[in-house]
């Protein structure tokens, strides 16, 4: 190799090395792969704002604090992607501040949550078809907002843990929760956080959250239930049977609901929806002594609607169970009885008509030959 040929290659080995340093130097500073810096704004409001006794007295005679924790920013899902305090203090820009024009701590909170229909107007139409918002329209100035449920300068996932969600709930529905968390599905959830079990909004819905005492949603129930428990792979791993929402169907009250639901939808009606049986957030496992279903408290259940039910009234039901000759011999008997004797007798009956169109036939065949 001629000394030539050596330093051309030295010179492209180096070229290439460069090459590589500098293409590994961008993407190790590029934005993608950058650690987001702490906000500018953030820093600048905090000189002021991050001091815990930093207050004001307003209008009303209340006092509202004016300090921001460090440590909410930093786990707040708005700051983590860049959100800055102007994003939803827009009539803030500089120091010192304009005057508030704020009577109350509530009036504040009801004019900064319309800010959050910049980023999320898809959820914030949703919440305008509301009971929440219905509540407001109606006069009720403390009818939860966004920032009630979701927090203001602390936002953070609202399932996580998934509890979280009941416990929001809880801050307004107090009469509600406890029942809930004697529940079989709140203590689940409460205890074990539970990801299979209902919470508020698996029921109730999220931001369009409808009046639950309405005929609508009570005719709806039934396959609201039916989103878990006619779930196969879901009440397997619980033990429980998927065919309590098909067994309801063809029930009676099942049947009477169907009819009310295609035909009257908006006509209130009596026939039992699963709440009316098992409760609505006080519902007890079947062997809860508590449980409205238990075979001691069965009979009062029932004579809610069927006053005068007596005490064998409740030996006909399955419990949502198919009949079958281990569970419920008798009544597996009488099925398989009248199952075998109501089409002998039909066959009968039919036979029956059809020789007497034919005597009819040839009686009136020979009388016109006479």
Not at 115 to 137: G, I, R
Not at 142 to 147: D, G, H, L, S, Y
Not at 341 to 350: A, E
Request: with cysteine.
């Amino acid at each position: 190799m001629t000394p030539k040929t050596f330093h051309r290659q030295v010179f492209w080995l180096t070229a290439a090395g460069i090459l590589v340093l500098l293409i590994s130097i961008f993407f190790a500073v590029s934005p993608v792969n950058a650690k987001p810096p702490f906000q500018e704004t953030e820093k600048y409001c905090l000189t002021c704002h991050g001091d815990s006794t930093l207050s004001m007295t307003l209008p009303s005679g209340e006092t509202l604090s004016l300090y921001v924790a460090q440590d909410d920013l930093d786990h707040s899902l708005h700051s983590i992607v860049g959100i800055e305090c102007e994003a939803c203090h827009n009539n803030i820009s500089e120091y010192p501040h304009p005057k508030t024009e704020f009577e109350t701590k509530r009036d504040l909170s009801l004019a900064y949550y319309q800010t959050c229909e910049k980023c999320h107007s898809v959820n914030y139409e949703k919440t305008q078809d509301s009971m929440h918002a219905q509540a407001a329209a109606a006069g009720n100035a403390n009818a939860p907002v966004c920032t009630d449920c979701h927090g203001s300068h602390d936002v953070s996932p609202s399932n996580e843990p998934r509890s979280r969600i009941s416990v929001t709930c809880a801050k307004c529905h107090t009469e509600i929760v406890e029942p809930y968390r004697q529940s079989v599905h709140g203590a689940a959830l409460m205890k074990d956080e539970n990801p299979d079990v209902p919470v508020c909004t698996t029921c109730h819905g999220v931001h369009n959250i409808q009046d639950p005492r309405t005929n609508q949603f009570r005719v709806d129930q039934p396959e609201m239930c039916a989103g878990c428990h006619a779930d196969q792979n879901l009440m397997d791993k619980y033990g429980l049977s998927a065919d309590v929402y098909n067994i309801y169907k063809r029930s009676w009250h099942g049947v009477d609901v169907s009819v009310y639901k295609a035909k009257w939808p908006t006509i209130w009606h009596d026939s039992a929806v699963c709440s009316d049986c098992h409760g609505i957030h006080d519902i007890r496992a079947t062997g809860d002594p508590a449980s409205m279903v238990n075979k001691e408290n069965l009979l009062a259940t029932c004579q809610k609607c069927h006053p005068s039910a007596g005490p064998n009234w409740t030996d006909a039901w399955t419990g949502h169970n198919e009949i079958s000759l281990e569970r419920t011999p008798f009544l597996f008997y009488v099925e398989k009885f009248y199952g075998s004797f109501t089409p002998f007798i039909l066959w009968g009956c039919v036979i029956y008509v059809i020789l007497q169109i034919i005597r009819s036939t040839v009686d009136r065949v020979r009388s016109n030959r006479s």
